[in-house]
Protein backbone atom coordinates (compact mmCIF):
# COMPACT_ATOMS: atom_id res chain seq x y z
CA UNK A 1 0.00 0.00 0.00
CA UNK A 2 1.20 2.84 -0.68
CA UNK A 3 1.68 6.46 1.81
CA UNK A 4 -0.38 8.86 1.39
CA UNK A 5 0.22 10.91 -1.82
CA UNK A 6 -0.73 14.21 -3.18
CA UNK A 7 -3.03 14.85 -6.74
CA UNK A 8 -0.02 15.87 -8.21
CA UNK A 9 2.14 12.94 -7.40
CA UNK A 10 -1.19 10.76 -8.67
CA UNK A 11 -1.34 12.68 -11.84
CA UNK A 12 2.61 12.69 -12.58
CA UNK A 13 2.60 9.22 -11.45
CA UNK A 14 -0.41 8.38 -14.02
CA UNK A 15 1.02 10.06 -16.55
CA UNK A 16 4.34 8.70 -17.07
CA UNK A 17 2.15 5.03 -17.23
CA UNK A 18 1.52 6.45 -20.18
CA UNK A 19 4.63 6.00 -21.83
CA UNK A 20 4.82 2.52 -21.31
CA UNK A 21 6.03 0.86 -24.17
CA UNK A 22 7.21 4.33 -25.79
CA UNK A 23 10.95 4.61 -27.37
CA UNK A 24 11.83 8.09 -27.73
CA UNK A 25 9.68 10.79 -26.07
CA UNK A 26 10.00 14.36 -26.92
CA UNK A 27 10.07 16.41 -23.76
CA UNK A 28 8.81 19.52 -22.41
CA UNK A 29 9.94 21.66 -19.52
CA UNK A 30 8.23 21.82 -16.07
CA UNK A 31 5.24 18.46 -15.20
CA UNK A 32 6.55 16.56 -18.61
CA UNK A 33 10.11 16.57 -17.49
CA UNK A 34 9.24 15.39 -14.38
CA UNK A 35 6.82 12.55 -16.03
CA UNK A 36 9.27 11.25 -18.38
CA UNK A 37 12.55 11.43 -15.98
CA UNK A 38 10.25 8.87 -13.65
CA UNK A 39 9.47 6.87 -16.63
CA UNK A 40 12.71 6.33 -17.24
CA UNK A 41 14.12 5.85 -13.83
CA UNK A 42 10.74 2.79 -12.98
CA UNK A 43 9.63 0.84 -15.70
CA UNK A 44 11.50 1.69 -19.24
CA UNK A 45 14.58 2.19 -18.41
CA UNK A 46 15.45 2.08 -22.64
CA UNK A 47 13.20 5.05 -22.70
CA UNK A 48 15.24 8.02 -24.70
CA UNK A 49 14.80 11.11 -24.07
CA UNK A 50 14.77 14.15 -26.61
CA UNK A 51 15.41 17.30 -25.53
CA UNK A 52 14.96 20.23 -28.16
CA UNK A 53 18.02 22.03 -27.35
CA UNK A 54 19.85 19.39 -29.09
CA UNK A 55 20.11 15.93 -27.02
CA UNK A 56 18.99 12.77 -27.94
CA UNK A 57 19.02 9.93 -25.47
CA UNK A 58 19.56 11.39 -22.48
CA UNK A 59 19.88 9.89 -19.03
CA UNK A 60 20.06 13.34 -16.58
CA UNK A 61 21.83 12.13 -13.75
CA UNK A 62 19.39 14.37 -11.99
CA UNK A 63 15.90 16.74 -12.79
CA UNK A 64 17.25 19.26 -15.82
CA UNK A 65 15.83 22.88 -14.51
CA UNK A 66 14.95 23.71 -18.03
CA UNK A 67 16.02 22.32 -21.92
CA UNK A 68 19.19 24.57 -21.42
CA UNK A 69 20.42 22.87 -18.43
CA UNK A 70 24.27 21.06 -18.75
CA UNK A 71 22.51 18.10 -16.93
CA UNK A 72 20.30 17.18 -20.23
CA UNK A 73 23.81 15.92 -21.83
CA UNK A 74 24.77 13.38 -19.19
CA UNK A 75 25.25 9.68 -20.43
CA UNK A 76 23.29 10.92 -24.01
CA UNK A 77 23.75 9.02 -27.40
CA UNK A 78 24.53 12.22 -28.95
CA UNK A 79 24.07 16.24 -29.26
CA UNK A 80 23.74 18.17 -31.89
CA UNK A 81 22.48 21.98 -32.82
CA UNK A 82 18.52 22.07 -32.34
CA UNK A 83 18.03 22.64 -36.40
CA UNK A 84 19.90 19.21 -37.12
CA UNK A 85 18.00 18.02 -33.85
CA UNK A 86 14.48 18.70 -35.32
CA UNK A 87 15.30 18.00 -38.98
CA UNK A 88 17.02 14.77 -38.26
CA UNK A 89 15.11 13.40 -35.90
CA UNK A 90 11.75 15.11 -35.67
CA UNK A 91 10.74 15.99 -39.20
CA UNK A 92 11.61 12.45 -40.40
CA UNK A 93 9.43 10.95 -37.91
CA UNK A 94 11.73 9.42 -35.23
CA UNK A 95 10.15 10.45 -32.27
CA UNK A 96 7.03 8.14 -30.77
CA UNK A 97 5.92 10.59 -28.40
CA UNK A 98 5.67 14.26 -27.61
CA UNK A 99 5.01 14.73 -23.80
CA UNK A 100 3.36 18.71 -23.54
CA UNK A 101 2.29 20.91 -21.25
CA UNK A 102 -0.43 23.81 -21.82
CA UNK A 103 -1.65 26.83 -20.77
CA UNK A 104 -5.13 25.95 -22.09
CA UNK A 105 -6.41 23.46 -24.17
CA UNK A 106 -9.64 23.02 -25.79
CA UNK A 107 -12.35 19.94 -26.09
CA UNK A 108 -10.58 18.29 -29.24
CA UNK A 109 -6.70 18.70 -28.00
CA UNK A 110 -5.94 22.50 -29.17
CA UNK A 111 -3.08 23.78 -27.22
CA UNK A 112 -2.47 27.49 -26.25
CA UNK A 113 0.63 28.68 -25.10
CA UNK A 114 0.72 31.99 -27.23
CA UNK A 115 -1.69 34.21 -25.58
CA UNK A 116 -4.74 34.88 -22.96
CA UNK A 117 -7.27 36.95 -24.45
CA UNK A 118 -7.38 38.71 -27.76
CA UNK A 119 -4.04 38.25 -29.74
CA UNK A 120 -3.77 42.28 -30.82
CA UNK A 121 -4.52 42.92 -27.20
CA UNK A 122 -4.14 39.85 -24.29
CA UNK A 123 -4.78 39.86 -21.22
CA UNK A 124 -1.65 37.83 -20.75
CA UNK A 125 1.23 37.03 -22.84
CA UNK A 126 2.54 33.84 -22.61
CA UNK A 127 6.11 32.33 -23.62
CA UNK A 128 5.00 30.79 -27.56
CA UNK A 129 5.58 27.95 -29.03
CA UNK A 130 9.33 26.76 -28.48
CA UNK A 131 9.41 23.49 -30.26
CA UNK A 132 5.81 22.62 -29.26
CA UNK A 133 4.19 23.33 -32.37
CA UNK A 134 6.20 21.32 -34.13
CA UNK A 135 6.03 18.81 -31.96
CA UNK A 136 2.60 17.97 -31.80
CA UNK A 137 2.38 18.30 -36.03
CA UNK A 138 5.51 15.46 -36.35
CA UNK A 139 5.12 13.49 -33.49
CA UNK A 140 3.48 9.99 -33.30
CA UNK A 141 1.42 10.60 -30.41
CA UNK A 142 0.97 13.49 -28.35
CA UNK A 143 0.50 13.48 -24.53
CA UNK A 144 -0.26 16.60 -22.08
CA UNK A 145 0.03 16.79 -18.68
CA UNK A 146 -2.04 19.57 -17.02
CA UNK A 147 -3.81 20.81 -14.18
CA UNK A 148 -8.07 21.00 -14.69
CA UNK A 149 -9.70 24.22 -14.11
CA UNK A 150 -12.15 26.00 -16.19
CA UNK A 151 -9.44 28.42 -17.05
CA UNK A 152 -7.24 26.07 -18.29
CA UNK A 153 -10.13 24.10 -20.36
CA UNK A 154 -11.81 26.20 -22.31
CA UNK A 155 -14.28 25.16 -25.34
CA UNK A 156 -11.77 26.81 -27.63
CA UNK A 157 -8.35 27.96 -26.91
CA UNK A 158 -7.63 31.88 -27.30
CA UNK A 159 -5.05 30.99 -29.89
CA UNK A 160 -4.11 27.51 -31.21
CA UNK A 161 0.25 27.02 -30.87
CA UNK A 162 -0.09 23.88 -31.31
CA UNK A 163 -3.20 21.98 -33.21
CA UNK A 164 -4.63 19.07 -31.67
CA UNK A 165 -7.43 17.20 -33.72
CA UNK A 166 -8.35 21.47 -34.85
CA UNK A 167 -12.12 21.27 -35.08
CA UNK A 168 -12.99 17.27 -34.63
CA UNK A 169 -13.60 14.56 -36.91
CA UNK A 170 -11.32 14.26 -39.84
CA UNK A 171 -10.41 17.82 -40.20
CA UNK A 172 -6.66 17.17 -39.01
CA UNK A 173 -6.22 14.34 -41.63
CA UNK A 174 -7.91 16.56 -43.94
CA UNK A 175 -4.58 19.11 -43.35
CA UNK A 176 -2.46 16.27 -44.16
CA UNK A 177 -0.91 16.50 -40.73
CA UNK A 178 1.92 13.81 -40.22
CA UNK A 179 1.63 13.07 -36.63
CA UNK A 180 -1.32 11.05 -34.66
CA UNK A 181 -2.36 14.21 -32.18
CA UNK A 182 -3.38 14.30 -28.84
CA UNK A 183 -4.24 10.78 -27.36
CA UNK A 184 -4.56 11.21 -23.39
CA UNK A 185 -4.63 14.54 -21.30
CA UNK A 186 -3.65 13.70 -17.85
CA UNK A 187 -4.77 16.08 -15.13
CA UNK A 188 -5.05 16.03 -11.31
CA UNK A 189 -8.91 14.92 -11.25
CA UNK A 190 -8.90 12.35 -14.43
CA UNK A 191 -7.75 11.64 -17.19
CA UNK A 192 -9.64 12.04 -20.73
CA UNK A 193 -8.61 10.48 -24.38
CA UNK A 194 -10.51 11.36 -27.63
CA UNK A 195 -13.25 9.89 -29.04
CA UNK A 196 -12.69 7.45 -32.33
CA UNK A 197 -15.56 9.79 -34.62
CA UNK A 198 -15.58 12.87 -33.42
CA UNK A 199 -11.84 13.27 -31.80
CA UNK A 200 -13.26 14.96 -28.88
CA UNK A 201 -12.32 14.97 -25.52
CA UNK A 202 -14.37 12.21 -22.84
CA UNK A 203 -13.47 10.85 -19.43
CA UNK A 204 -12.10 7.49 -19.59
CA UNK A 205 -10.27 7.62 -15.74
CA UNK A 206 -11.38 9.34 -12.69
CA UNK A 207 -9.37 9.74 -9.79
CA UNK A 208 -9.90 8.21 -6.19
CA UNK A 209 -12.42 9.57 -4.52
CA UNK A 210 -12.89 12.48 -7.79
CA UNK A 211 -16.72 12.64 -8.49
CA UNK A 212 -18.12 13.09 -12.22
CA UNK A 213 -19.45 16.32 -10.78
CA UNK A 214 -16.03 17.42 -9.89
CA UNK A 215 -14.72 16.77 -13.04
CA UNK A 216 -17.75 19.29 -14.77
CA UNK A 217 -17.42 22.22 -12.19
CA UNK A 218 -13.80 22.21 -14.13
CA UNK A 219 -13.87 21.98 -17.28
CA UNK A 220 -15.39 24.83 -19.52
CA UNK A 221 -17.93 22.57 -21.41
CA UNK A 222 -20.27 19.71 -20.95
CA UNK A 223 -17.64 17.00 -20.72
CA UNK A 224 -18.72 13.15 -22.20
CA UNK A 225 -17.67 10.44 -20.12
CA UNK A 226 -17.17 6.68 -21.45
CA UNK A 227 -19.40 4.02 -21.26
CA UNK A 228 -17.28 2.48 -18.59
CA UNK A 229 -14.75 5.37 -16.50
CA UNK A 230 -12.08 3.52 -14.63
CA UNK A 231 -10.40 4.55 -11.46
CA UNK A 232 -7.12 5.78 -11.92
CA UNK A 233 -4.48 3.24 -10.07
CA UNK A 234 -2.45 5.24 -7.18
CA UNK A 235 0.87 6.01 -7.13
CA UNK A 236 3.54 3.23 -6.15
CA UNK A 237 5.85 3.17 -3.09
CA UNK A 238 8.77 3.37 -5.56
CA UNK A 239 7.25 5.92 -7.71
CA UNK A 240 6.53 8.33 -4.39
CA UNK A 241 10.06 7.62 -3.38
CA UNK A 242 11.26 8.73 -7.04
CA UNK A 243 9.34 11.45 -6.91
CA UNK A 244 9.83 12.92 -3.51
CA UNK A 245 13.63 12.22 -3.18
CA UNK A 246 15.14 12.64 -6.46
CA UNK A 247 12.98 14.45 -9.00
CA UNK A 248 11.50 17.35 -6.93
CA UNK A 249 12.71 17.32 -3.42
CA UNK A 250 11.60 20.78 -2.76
CA UNK A 251 8.28 19.85 -4.02
CA UNK A 252 7.86 22.79 -6.41
CA UNK A 253 5.32 20.67 -9.04
CA UNK A 254 4.33 17.61 -6.74
CA UNK A 255 3.05 19.42 -3.64
Known sequence: MASAYSQNELMIAAAARELQGA???????????????????????????????????????????????????????????????????????????????????????????????????????????????????????????TRLSKRAFPPRVDFITSPGHLDGGDARAKLNVPGGGPEAVITDLCILRFADDTREMLVTSLHPNVTREQVQANIGWDVRFADEVATTPVPTARELELIRLELDPQGLYSR
Open 23 to 145: RVAFVGVGLPNIVCNLAQRSHSPALELVYEAGVFGAHPARLPLSIGDPTIVTGSASTMGMSDLFQFYLQRGLIDVGFLGAAQIDRFGNINTTVIGNYANPRVRLPGSGGAAEIAVLCRRILVI
